[in-house]
C-alpha cells in the first residue's frame, strides 16, 4: 500500500496550487482520507479529509480557502488550494484511515505518503 503526494512547488502569495494523492496497492473508495501539514519546527496538523461517504472537514485555518476532493475511479484525493500565504508553507502529506468516517489526529491514520513541499513566497 503506497499514497504518493504530488503538486507542491513554489507559488507567490495569493496564488493557488492543487495537491494530488495517488494511491496503489488497494482500493480506498470505502477509506476516509486526509490532508495534514508539517511547518519547519512544528507538529504535523490537520488540514482537510473526506470520507468515505464524501463527507468532508476543514481547519479552521483554511476554511474557505482550500477544497479537498476524490476521485474513486482514479483512486485520489486532491487539495485545492487557493489564496495562499506564507503561512500556508509547509510539507503537506496525505494520509488513508481504514474506515469510513474522517479523523483530524495523526494517530487516526493508517497509511501516509511521502509529503510534497509547498513554499509560499511574501
Known amino acids: 500500500v503506497q499514497l504518493q503526494a504530488s503538486g507542491g512547488g513554489l507559488v507567490q502569495t495569493g496564488g493557488s496550487l492543487r495537491l494530488s494523492c495517488a494511491a496503489s496497492g488497494r482500493t480506498f473508495g470505502a477509506y476516509a482520507l486526509g490532508w495534514f501539514r508539517q511547518a519547519p519546527g512544528k507538529e504535523r496538523e490537520f488540514v482537510a479529509a473526506i470520507s468515505g461517504s464524501g463527507i468532508t472537514y476543514y481547519a479552521d485555518s483554511v476554511k474557505g480557502r482550500f477544497t479537498i476532493s476524490r476521485d474513486t475511479a482514479k483512486n485520489t484525493v486532491y487539495l485545492q488550494m487557493t489564496t495562499l500565504g506564507p503561512g500556508d508553507t509547509a510539507v503537506y502529506y496525505c494520509?488513508?484511515?481504514?474506515?469510513?468516517?474522517?479523523?483530524?489526529?495523526?494517530?487516526?491514520?493508517?497509511?501516509w505518503g511521502q509529503g510534497t513541499l509547498v513554499t509560499v513566497s511574501s
Open positions: 494520509a488513508a484511515r481504514k474506515v469510513r468516517y474522517y479523523g483530524t489526529q495523526t494517530w487516526e491514520y493508517d497509511y
